[in-house]
């Protein structure tokens, strides 16, 4: 029996190793250089120049720098896209000071959703290896604690437009304000480090409906748990009988509020981790829609005093009208665990430098391609002077294309950081605003 014990004792700790990932041994020049992708250069490619308009004449020549479905849409003729300039926006000292904490002690057990020894940053601040099982698991580690949301966010006015898919008809219109997503810990942006309840929730959102009449004031109030293996904590208000209900599992992977995007869908992915099994395709270079706001086509609709909107245009005008550039992206495809999931599988596209979902596509569960998600990220050079100060790619303009119904839903921002109190994520808060 003791020497049974002998051999099997290492084959049990290899198998464990494949369920709980452990500390990092990157050094910090590696961790530096996975922060700075663009330190030796920016990436290039065959005929993409600054000011190359792309479209179904000459898709095929561009095929290999577009996702798969924005070549066919593009090669189909619904939208054109022009490379405009590459910039670079590098994540803050502290920031990176955190990755490296976080990379030494981290451990996740990786298809259960939870994670240990996070104390800020990129969890996993290394290139990816294609012999690593977990690989695209990390990944989406990166983007869930990613600088996408800096902190906080404040979406003051928050525009979703509903629109006819041929026609470009805007069938329904619904603004949020106040909107607001915020980090609970490890903050390193704004202080202070850790909020209330950080032990419990990494990340709040609070989106109340400012019109239409029919839906004012109804609001969803969501806190992710540090726990992927748990639900999080959803929470419809319903303005009209100043009442709030329980958001379900499935509600998730609802249409939210009728549109074309679920709770979900929110950011790229807004799910849980281990509701999904995850594969790491590759690394490549991609163009995605990374600008400056002011190089873009801008809009008169709903401008306030400081802020005009990003244009759409193209089939439907469900395409946001600003420059793509050739970035370096991480790609990963996602398939649900749920059997009653309505997604079969997705492919996400992350962004190297800033780990925003930028481009999903999504497939039903007949492997049919039905939905399409653009994230377009403005540098801030374009931003509100108080995110301009911050450095940091921010949120500008978005849509989702559901190509099986012929609809899409435009996203509209107005972006600032500025700390959030906390109180905003109650629904006490909520009542206190009607």
């Known amino acids: 029996m003791l020497k049974m014990k002998r051999h099997t004792a290492p084959i049990i700790a290899s198998l464990m190793m494949g369920v709980m990932g452990t500390a990092c041994a990157a050094t910090d020049a590696e961790i530096d250089a996975f922060f700075h992708p663009y330190a030796k250069g920016f990436p290039t490619a065959p005929g993409v120049k600054e000011g190359v308009v792309i479209d179904k004449s000459n898709a095929d020549q561009f095929k290999d720098v ?66 690593d099982p977990n690989a695209a698991e990390k990944l989406v580690w990166n983007n869930r604690y990613g600088l996408e949301v800096p902190d906080d966010i404040s979406l003051s006015p928050f525009v979703w437009e509903y629109r006819d898919g041929n026609t470009g008809k805007i069938n329904r219109t619904v603004t949020f304000d106040p909107g607001a997503v915020s980090n609970m810990g490890h903050r390193t942006i704004n ?11 990494y990340n709040e959102i609070n989106l109340v409906v400012k019109s239409p009449q029919d839906l004012k004031d109804t609001a969803v109030l969501f806190k992710r748990r540090v726990d992927s293996s748990r639900d999080d904590d959803g929470q419809l208000y319903l303005g009209f009988q100043r009442r709030a209900r329980r958001l379900s599992t499935a509600a998730t992977t ?84 749920r059997t009653d999931h309505p997604v079969g599988h997705r492919t996400l596209y992350f962004d190297a430098e800033s780990f925003h979902g930028t481009i999903s596509e999504v497939y039903d569960r007949k492997g049919e391609f039905w939905k399409l ?56 808060y909520i009542r206190s605003r009607q």
């Not at 480090?193 to 032990?199: A, C, I, K, Q």
């Open 373 to 428: 998600w653009m994230l377009g990220i403005g540098h801030p050079s374009g931003q509100l002077p108080e995110p301009a100060k911050k450095g940091i790619w921010t949120w500008d303009a978005s849509s989702m294309i559901d190509a099986q119904a012929n609809q899409c839903t435009t996203l509209n921002f107005r972006i600032t950081l500025d700390p959030i109190p906390p109180n905003v994520y109650t629904i006490e």
């Open 254 to 337: 609802d249409p939210f509020l009728g549109s074309n995007v679920m709770i979900e869908e929110f950011r790229g992915f807004n799910g849980k981790v281990n509701d999904f099994n995850w594969k790491f395709v590759g690394t490549k270079n991609i163009l995605l829609p990374y600008y400056s706001h002011n190089d873009g086509k801008l809009r008169e609709e709903y401008k306030t005093p400081d802020w005009r909107f990003t244009a759409f245009g193209g089939k439907g005008n469900c395409w946001h009208q600003v420059p793509w550039s050739l970035r370096k992206v991480y790609i990963v495809d996602m398939t649900p665990k």
């Open 66 to 131: 577009l996702a798969p479905r924005i070549y066919d849409q593009i090669k189909a003729g619904n939208t054109s896209i022009t490379v405009g300039k590459q910039r670079t926006a590098t994540a803050p000292a502290a920031y990176i000071a955190a990755s490296k904490k976080s990379a030494a002690k981290v451990k996740v057990q990786f298809g259960q959703g939870k994670i240990e020894g996070y104390e800020g940053g990129l969890p996993f601040p290394y290139e990816p290896s294609a012999s």
């Open 191 to 201: 202080g202070p480090e850790n909020l209330p309840g950080s032990d419990e929730f």
